[in-house]
C-alpha cells in the first residue's frame, strides 16, 4: 500500500534533520517522514570526518555583512538546540581567530574589524604581543621582521559534529511531534530511486521492501552532493552543473588552543587553510581543508563518479567549467593542490608552508595526511546567461512549481511551489538551522497551514540565547 504524508524529506544530513526538526516541532504539518539511504544518519558531508567543524558567524570568512546576518541567525539556531538539549560534547565553545600576515592582509583585516564590530562588539583586534598570549605558537619561532595582527573572538564561537547534531535533530522530532500527536517516521536504509508529479504532489520510490512507494503533498530534496543529480533525474535544474571540489585535511599535535582562520582570496573562498581542535582525535589539530577537483560525488565511493556524470550537463556545463578552472589563479591553486596529494609521506613537506603561515615552527616530520577524513564540496555552476558560467559560492535553493523553477542564491526571495531542492556546499552545516526555518516555513504556506510562531520565538529567542551562552 502507498504511504502518504503531507511532507516528505529526502536526506538525513544535518540539512533534512534540521528541517525534520523545525517541522515536528513548529508547524500544523501533520504527517512527515525522513528517507536516507544510510544506516545511519548524517554519515556523508554532515560526518565529524568529513569538513572543518566549525560553527561560522561569517566575519572569518570574505561573507558579505548581509550573508553575516544571516549566518550568524542560523548559528545561534544551531547554539540554542544544543543548550536545550545539554549537547555539551556535540557543540563545543573554542575562541576563534582571523589571522593576517604582512602589510597586505592587514589593510584587509582592518577593514574587516571596522566592518564587523557593530555587529560583533566583543571582537578584539590584536597585534603581535596580543595574539602571542592566546595563541603561543602562532608567535613562536616567527620572523621579528613579519607584521601580523589578527581580530579575535574568546566567546560565542563554536565547533560541532553536525553527525551528531543531525541525530539529535531526529530523535527530538520524533519524540516531540510524536507527542503533539504527529506521524513521525525515519526510513534509514532507504534510498530514493525515483521521484514523479502527481496530481497533488509527488511519488517516492525508493529501495526499501518495507516502504517502495510513498506519496506527499510537500518534498524537500536535501540530498547533499546527490540533490542536484535527484532534480535532474526530473528533468529540472538544467541549466545548473555542479563542480564536486574535495577537501583533504593533515593532522599535528594540538597546537592551537582554538580555530585559527587565514585571510581568504574572494576569488577561491575554499582554499585559505585553517586549523582547528580535532573534534575526532582529541589532542590534535585538523589543518586544511584543501582543494581539489574529483569527478566523483563522494570521494570514498567511486560508483558516484556516473552520479556526477548524470548531474554535471552537457557542452554548456563543460564549457563553464573549464572557463572557471583555467582562471590563471584557480588553475595555479589547483596545480599546489595536486601537490599535496603526493604519495610517500611526501605531501607533509608540500603542505607544511601552508601550516607554518599560521605556526611558524612546525617541522614537516610532524605533520601527517589524515586518511579518510574530508568530503566533497558541490560547488554549484549556473550555466544561464546573463550569470554566464558562474561559480555560486554558498549554498542554494531552486523551488520548483510545476514547470516553473525558481533559484534562490544569497537573496531574500520568496517563491510558490511544494517542492524544494537544497544545494548545500560549505558553509552548508551551519546554515542547516537558517536552510530549516526558510524550507518549513515555505511549505507551511504553500500547504497552508500553521507555523507556531510563538512556539519558536519561546525555543529560539535571542534572549534565551544570551541566557544559555553567557
Ligand atoms: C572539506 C569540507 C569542509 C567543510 N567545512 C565546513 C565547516 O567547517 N562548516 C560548515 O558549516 N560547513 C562545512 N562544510 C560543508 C558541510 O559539510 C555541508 O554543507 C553539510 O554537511 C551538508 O549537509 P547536508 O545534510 O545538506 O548534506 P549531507 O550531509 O551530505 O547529507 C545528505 C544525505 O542525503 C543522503 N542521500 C543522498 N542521496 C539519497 C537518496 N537517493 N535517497 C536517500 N538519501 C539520499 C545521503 O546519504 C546523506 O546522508 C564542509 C564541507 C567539506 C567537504
Known amino acids: 500500500m502507498v504511504e502518504r504524508y503531507e511532507l516528505l524529506i529526502i536526506g538525513g544530513g544535518v540539512t533534512g534533520a534540521a528541517e525534520l526538526d523545525l517541522a515536528a516541532k513548529?508547524?500544523?504539518?501533520?504527517?512527515?517522514?525522513?528517507?536516507?539511504?544510510?544506516?545511519?544518519?548524517?554519515e556523508v558531508n554532515s560526518a565529524v570526518w568529513m569538513n572543518a567543524n566549525t560553527l561560522h558567524r561569517g566575519w572569518e570568512t570574505q561573507h558579505?555583512?548581509?550573508?553575516?546576518?544571516?549566518?550568524?541567525?542560523?548559528?545561534?539556531?544551531?547554539?540554542?538546540?544544543?543548550?536545550?538539549?545539554?549537547?555539551?560534547?556535540?557543540?563545543?565553545e573554542f575562541p576563534k581567530m582571523l589571522l593576517a600576515v604582512g602589510e597586505k592582509e592587514i589593510a584587509k583585516l582592518q577593514a574587516r574589524y571596522a566592518q564587523m564590530q557593530g555587529l560583533f562588539p566583543d571582537l578584539q583586534f590584536l597585534d603581535g604581543n596580543g595574539i602571542a598570549q592566546v595563541e603561543p605558537n602562532v608567535m613562536r619561532g616567527r620572523n621579528p621582521k613579519q607584521k601580523v595582527a589578527a581580530i579575535y573572538r574568546a566567546r560565542n564561537e563554536f565547533a560541532v559534529d553536525y553527525g551528531r547534531f543531525a541525530q539529535s535533530c531526529v530523535e527530538t522530532a520524533v519524540r516531540e511531534g510524536r507527542a503533539q500527536g504527529k506521524t513521525v517516521n525515519v526510513y534509514t536504509g532507504t534510498k530514493v530511486l525515483g521521484i514523479s508529479q502527481i496530481k497533488d504532489g509527488y511519488a517516492i520510490k525508493t529501495n526499501n521492501p518495507q516502504h517502495p512507494e510513498?506519496?506527499?503533498?510537500?518534498?524537500?530534496?536535501?540530498?547533499?552532493?546527490?540533490?542536484?543529480y535527484l532534480a535532474k533525474q526530473m528533468n529540472h535544474c538544467q541549466y545548473l552543473s555542479v563542480a564536486p571540489i574535495a577537501g583533504?585535511?593533515?593532522?599535528?599535535?594540538?597546537?592551537?588552543?582554538?580555530k585559527v582562520y587565514t585571510i581568504q582570496n574572494p576569488n577561491i573562498p575554499f582554499a585559505a587553510v585553517h586549523g582547528d581542535p580535532d573534534l575526532q582525535e582529541?589532542?590534535?589539530?585538523?589543518?586544511?581543508?584543501?582543494a581539489r577537483f574529483v569527478s566523483?560525488?563522494?570521494?570514498?565511493?567511486?560508483?558516484?563518479?556516473?552520479?556526477?556524470?548524470?548531474?554535471?550537463?552537457?557542452?554548456?556545463?563543460?564549457?563553464?567549467?573549464?572557463?572557471?578552472?583555467?582562471?590563471?589563479?584557480?588553475?595555479?591553486?589547483?596545480?599546489?593542490?595536486?601537490?599535496?596529494?603526493?604519495?610517500?609521506?611526501?605531501?607533509?613537506?608540500?603542505?607544511?608552508?601552508?601550516?607554518?603561515?599560521?605556526?611558524?615552527?612546525?617541522k614537516a616530520s610532524q605533520i601527517e595526511f589524515a586518511e579518510g577524513v574530508g568530503g566533497v564540496r558541490p560547488q554549484i555552476i549556473d550555466t544561464r546567461a546573463p550569470h554566464g558560467k558562474k561559480l555560486l559560492l554558498?549554498?542554494?535553493?531552486?523551488?520548483?512549481?510545476?514547470?516553473?523553477?525558481?533559484?534562490?542564491?544569497?537573496?531574500?526571495?520568496?517563491?510558490?511551489?511544494?517542492?524544494?531542492?537544497?544545494m548545500t556546499p560549505s558553509p552548508g552545516a551551519t546554515m542547516c538551522m537558517g536552510n530549516a526555518e526558510y524550507d518549513v516555513r515555505h511549505i507551511t504556506r504553500v500547504l497552508g497551514l500553521p507555523f507556531n510562531q510563538a512556539k519558536f520565538e519561546d525555543f529560539f529567542s535571542t534572549r534565551k540565547l544570551e541566557a544559555v551562552v553567557a
Open 64 to 92: 558579505s555583512y548581509e550573508m553575516v546576518v544571516h549566518d550568524s541567525h542560523s548559528a545561534d539556531m544551531v547554539v540554542a538546540h544544543a543548550k536545550q538539549y545539554g549537547l555539551d560534547g556535540i557543540v563545543q
Open 296 to 362: 566523483r560525488l563522494d570521494k570514498f565511493d567511486k560508483k558516484t563518479a556516473k552520479d556526477w556524470r548524470k548531474s554535471f550537463g552537457g557542452l554548456s556545463a563543460l564549457a563553464s567549467l573549464v572557463d572557471i578552472l583555467t582562471d590563471v589563479e584557480k588553475t595555479a591553486f589547483m596545480g599546489k593542490n595536486f601537490l599535496y596529494q603526493l604519495p610517500f609521506g611526501l605531501s607533509r613537506y608540500t603542505f607544511a608552508p601552508s601550516i607554518r603561515k599560521v605556526v611558524p615552527a612546525i
Open 248 to 258: 583533504d585535511f593533515f593532522r599535528t599535535r594540538k597546537v592551537l588552543n582554538g
Open 26 to 42: 513548529f508547524t500544523g504539518i501533520r504527517s512527515m517522514a525522513l528517507l536516507e539511504s544510510r544506516l545511519n544518519l548524517g
Open 214 to 228: 510513498l506519496e506527499t503533498r510537500a518534498l524537500i530534496i536535501s540530498a547533499g552532493a546527490h540533490s542536484l
Open 282 to 290: 582529541t589532542g590534535m589539530t585538523r589543518w586544511g581543508p584543501t
Open 394 to 422: 554558498g549554498e542554494a535553493k531552486v523551488i520548483i512549481d510545476g514547470d516553473t523553477e525558481t533559484l534562490i542564491h544569497g537573496e531574500t526571495k520568496t517563491a510558490d511551489g511544494n517542492l524544494i531542492v537544497n
